[in-house]
């Protein structure tokens, strides 16, 4: 029996526990669980468009209009783990009907705001909805199914609807601000989010496999804590860059918080997040190459985006149109995936996925400040997103299939938590990359020279997890031979 197989069977469920079953209507319950899962992504980006106007309406300073993204993305990655967690110890349906209840009356909070301070706190309580309702949803889409090609293909939507909500952001921002107001950009999440509470509570069936185990007050407060600082610390860098004290100071600070609930974890009876899920290869390998794939890969719509605005000259609406073929791609990718499964492997299609993703990195590295659509951002668009569409199913699917039955909604918020943390590390690391490419110059061609940079450098990043994912993720188990 492989290692993966022990993990998954040594661990029985609690006393008391509410054991999964297979649903009446799985793909209807899958559908639920990623419209919730779409909203959330889709929060992450697409008030960019909106922030001028919010601006103008709310009188907000330049500091705060930064924290109207900041409040929900610290939130969102501060409290994936805890949100995990409490998924295993108090039901699944119920942290998901909470999670997604708070983020749908915070963006009717935010929608109406009249005052900035009132703006901030309703994305703040977003980013906490989120964090609950993310791991949730995961874990009812792969409880949904029995484990083989049909868990692959739910995994797969549920990818394909995540990459499909952040690359959408800026094309639904700059149609509801264009087109409507501001406000939309928040309020059209109501319709969604109400739709998803009514499908959830009808179709979804409740689920816990921790219960009758303490929640780890301690080993919650530091994860907390530790995820929010770091996060604070990333996004304090756009501002005051890597050196200055109030970047180090909580950067520092929060990996000293993780490094303490690390020491606690291991000692503690009933531990948060059981240091035993990392002893599951396909769970540590996963989790650090969706980290690393997730530095390169987010920051690209923000660069594809500024790029065509920028220095192109294209109209948010029609720079939310231009990226339209690389959204399709990367849901394309993603339904692609199950069937390639069979054909290559999961570890190989991960490995040939962050490849593609580079090749595209590379082409779109050599934008030029009068380029036309169809080479410097159709062609690497829409080859960098299939790629990744391609190298995100098969990692979730092996992140979440190496956890015991008790742990299923941690290691999905673990998986979350390693795609968000990624994905703002690296747009902060870009980000820096860019500017000194730039070398402090606003001109389109060194604006360009920035970009370009920022993409050669993503291009390095996706071939160091492609050699990451070769030597660490498992190798495919030889199958067995009968007399």
């Known amino acids: 029996m492989t290692r993966m197989a022990q993990t998954r069977t040594d661990t029985a469920p609690a006393p008391g526990s509410v054991p999964p079953s297979p649903p009446a209507r799985p793909w209807t319950v899958i559908l639920a669980a990623c419209a919730g899962t779409f909203l959330v992504v889709l929060d992450v980006s697409v008030v960019n468009v909106a922030l001028p106007s919010m601006r103008a309406d709310l009188g907000l300073s330049a500091h705060a209009l930064q924290w109207v993204v900041n409040a929900y993305s610290i939130a969102f990655s501060g409290f994936m783990l805890l949100g995990g967690r409490a998924a295993d110890l108090f039901g699944r349906k119920r942290m998901f009907l909470l999670g997604l209840g708070l983020f749908t009356a915070a963006s009717v909070a935010g929608g109406l705001a009249q005052e900035g301070w009132q703006l901030l706190a309703a994305r703040a309580v977003q980013g906490l909805g989120a964090a609950v309702l993310s791991p949730a949803s995961l874990t009812i889409v792969t409880s949904a199914v029995p484990e083989g090609p049909a868990r692959t293909r739910a995994i797969s939507t549920w990818a394909a609807v995540g990459a499909g909500g952040g690359a959408a952001g800026g094309l639904v921002g700059g149609l509801l601000t264009d087109l409507l107001d501001w406000r939309w950009v928040l309020l059209i999440n109501v319709p969604v989010g109400v739709l998803a509470l009514a499908a959830g509570a009808l179709w979804v069936r409740e689920a816990r496999t921790g219960a009758g185990r303490r929640p780890d007050l301690p080993g919650a407060v530091l994860v907390t804590g530790g995820l929010a600082a770091f996060a604070y610390g990333v996004v304090q860098t756009e501002q005051a860059g890597w050196t200055a004290p109030r970047t180090l100071l909580p950067l520092l600070g929060g ?63 029609k720079a939310g149109l231009a990226l339209i073929p690389s959204s399709v791609s990367v849901v394309v990718g993603s339904k692609l995936a199950p069937r390639l499964v069979p054909l290559f492997g999961a570890r190989n299609l991960a490995v040939g996925g962050a490849l593609i993703t580079a090749t595209g990195f590379g082409w779109q590295s050599l934008m030029e400040v009068d380029g036309i659509y169809v080479t ?62 730039a070398a402090g110059a606003t001109s389109a061609e060194a604006l360009t020279a920035g970009y370009a940079l920022a993409f050669r450098t993503g291009a390095g990043i996706l071939l160091a997890a492609a050699a990451l994912m070769l030597l660490w993720l498992p190798r495919p188990a030889a199958p067995r031979t009968t007399a």
């Open 255 to 317: 990996v000293a918080l993780l490094a303490a609930f690390v020491a606690v974890e291991a000692r503690t009876r009933e531990p948060l997040m059981p240091l035993k899920v990392f002893r599951a290869r396909a769970v540590s390998a996963a989790n650090v190459a969706l980290f690393v794939i997730g530095s390169a890969t987010f920051a690209s719509w923000f660069f594809m985006t500024v790029y065509a605005q920028n220095v192109l000259g294209y109209s948010p609406l």
């Open 376 to 437: 410097a951002v159709l062609g690497p668009g829409i080859l960098m997103m299939t790629g990744v569409g391609l190298a995100l199913t098969p990692l979730a699917a092996m992140a979440t299939s190496g956890a015991a039955p008790g742990d299923a909604g941690l290691v999905s918020g673990l998986v979350n938590t390693s795609r968000t943390m990624g994905g703002a590390v690296g747009l902060a690391v870009l980000s820096t990359v860019a500017a000194s490419g």
